[in-house]
């Protein structure tokens, strides 16, 4: 064996996802979890009870249909048309993946080559890099600044180079909860349809939505056929193991990623689909009473921090808020998080792992507030040793 490094070189520096070593972390010392974004209470009872059906009626227990079964494809179109008022072909414009993550590794691969550029919100979420880092091109940040995280978009066009492939956006945004307005969703799309750039965005959070609200840049005037939406279902049905995503776009877009998306996984997640594709259907009760309940979770989470000490930047969106932890006397977030689970036994995400200048985030810790309203009173309740 020679001396090259077994890891393709363009993994260098990913290594094991923060999560990974969070949630082990959280595991070996018996802290509150408060680190990776997933629920501990399942989500409508009529949607696992569906997800039973098809196993018990044999729906999806074979590979299902490469682009996913038909019912979730058109449940997908009917979503979009209901809540935004776009028009998706299901055969052709929609396709189904394991969650938004393969439908970010799909789109990535199928769309840039070795050379190109991609814009990206920075914090990143971390797949993101990993993805743009596998198809060969190069990751420009758009950094987002605390306490507001708003791009700042003259800095954004100053971004642009011949070599920009496309912009890649997350609103809302994870980690900061930032969530763009409408006048910044019309600026970015005037400079994709400037500068003729394909546009991915990453909606998964699009129903938890507490300021404002969302509109999917795929509405806005020329924004149709350059952009690829994405979403899934783990964040808005609480059903984060069934790793049921999408891919929405005009039908040549949905053509490449489904290229590249049948050599990653193919199929998964049979019955699922099939259940995923009632939730969707589900009356607006669900999704009103399902915002209201995070951003009341939002809020208690928020006051617990404050009163912890820490400083807090409230998010407009998603189940995770941002926070500094320079009022008690820390600069190092990354340490901080590793030392908070035997300090007061709780366990959170540092976001400098999310940053390419680690110095931009270096101060700033993520908590999410996606669990129950006991956990995250024993959490504040906990995390007020801090200040002791």
Known sequence: MSGRPLLNRRL???????????????????????????????????????????????????YP????????RQAIADHQRRFYGLSLDPDTEVLVTAGATEAIAATM????????????FEPFYDSYAACIAMAGAKRVPLTLRAPSF??????????????????????????????????????????AVEHDLLVVTDEVYEHLVYEGTHRPIATLPGMRERTVSISSAGKTFSFTGWK??????????????????????????????????????????????FRADFRRKRDLLGDGLRAAGFEVYQPEGTYFITTDVTPFGEKDAYAF?????????????????????????????????CKR?????????????LAS
């Open 337 to 369: 998080c590793r030392a908070l689970p035997e300090r007061c036994g709780v366990v959170a995400i540092p976001n400098s792992v999310f940053y390419d200048d680690p110095d931009a985030g270096r101060s700033q810790v993520r908590f999410t507030f």
């Open 244 to 289: 049921v995503g999408w891919v929405m776009a005009d039908g040549p877009l949905v053509s490449a990623v489904r290229t590249a998306k049948q050599y990653l996984t193919y199929v998964s997640a049979g019955p699922f689909q099939y259940a995923i594709a009632e939730a969707l259907r589900l009356p607006d009760a669900y999704f009103d009473g």
């Open 150 to 191: 708003r791009p700042d978009l003259d800095e954004l066009r100053s971004k642009i180079t011949p070599r920009t492939r496309l912009l890649l956006l997350n609103t809302p945004h994870n980690p900061t909860g930032m969530v763009l307005t409408s006048g910044e969703q019309s600026a970015i799309a005037a400079l």
């Open 65 to 72: 249909p490469g682009p996913g079964v038909p019912e979730l």
């Open 373 to 385: 309203d006991d956990v995250l009173d024993e959490a504040a309740s906990r995390l007020r040793h």
């Open 109 to 120: 691969l199928a769309l840039l080559e070795p050379g190109d550029e991609v814009i990206a």
């Open 12 to 62: 260098d520096g990913l290594g094991t996802t923060i999560f990974a070593e969070m949630s082990a972390l959280a595991t070996a010392t018996g802290a509150i979890n408060l680190g990776q974004g997933f629920p501990d209470t399942d989500g409508p009872e009529s949607v696992r009870e569906a997800a039973v059906r098809a196993l018990r009626d044999g729906r999806g227990n074979q």
